[in-house]
């Protein structure tokens, strides 16, 4: 039986995942706070929330601050499924922000912390550099094209494409078109629609509904 054209179906031997957008969601609780912060700096609040990448003075000190703050992160929807049934040794984590941040955010959604982790101030080049993925992958003991990588912004797959990794991307913070325009194989509103079969061989086949 033929499945349907919006079902994906990939073999892989490991799994990288993104934290902040694909993992959890830190979107109300980062808004909230990089508002307050330019309101106590004498910024503008809406710029701060509209993405502006300029570092204010004072803003490593309030990112850590920000780190100890929970209210407002979650797991997002079909995260702890897949999580739950991954042998810990086959999956890896590839994130943009800083180590302290990314053990903060995984201790807060008591998500395990796992040996293949890579951030953004562990490598010399961040995404869309193929360094950090390459590096996970490398850490549980295979090559990129032997991994999927879960992302939800297109520097990220750019990344994975670039480390020669299967990309399924979530439409959390970008649009399905951002998404595959960066080179996504698949893309879906949440990993509740994502699901694997372990194999005998130690590979997993990875069912991908509803995709976008």
């Known amino acids: 039986m033929t499945p349907p054209a919006n079902t994906h179906y990939y073999r892989t031997k490991g799994f990288i995942y993104d934290l902040d957008g694909t993992l959890i969601d830190t979107i109300p609780l980062v808004e909230r706070h990089w508002h307050q912060f330019a309101i106590e700096h004498g910024l503008d609040g809406n710029k701060a929330n509209s993405g502006d990448k300029s570092r204010p003075e004072h803003a490593d000190m309030f990112e850590k601050k920000l780190a100890e703050e929970s209210e407002g992160v979650s797991i997002l929807p079909g995260v702890s499924a897949l999580l739950q049934k991954t042998p810990i040794h086959k999956w890896g984590i590839c994130t943009g922000g800083n180590q302290y941040m990314a053990r903060k ?10 040996d293949a982790f890579v ?3 562990m490598v010399s080049k961040g995404k869309p550099d193929p360094e950090g993925y390459s590096r996970v992958a490398k850490e ?3 090559e990129g094209k032997d991994v999927i ?11 994975a494409r670039a480390a020669g990794a299967t990309v399924i991307a979530c439409a959390t913070t970008h649009s399905v078109d951002q998404l595959k325009e960066a080179g ?17 061989d130690g590979t997993f086949e990875v069912e991908v509904k509803n995709a976008l």
């Open 105 to 114: 955010r995984l201790e807060q959604c008591q998500i395990h912390t796992p």
């Open 119 to 121: 951030c953004g101030d």
């Open 140 to 142: 549980l003991g295979l």
């Open 149 to 159: 990588v879960f992302e939800d912004a297109p520097s990220g797959v750019k990344s």
């Open 184 to 200: 996504a194989h698949s893309v879906v509103h949440f990993l509740t629609d994502v699901d694997f079969t372990s194999l005998p």
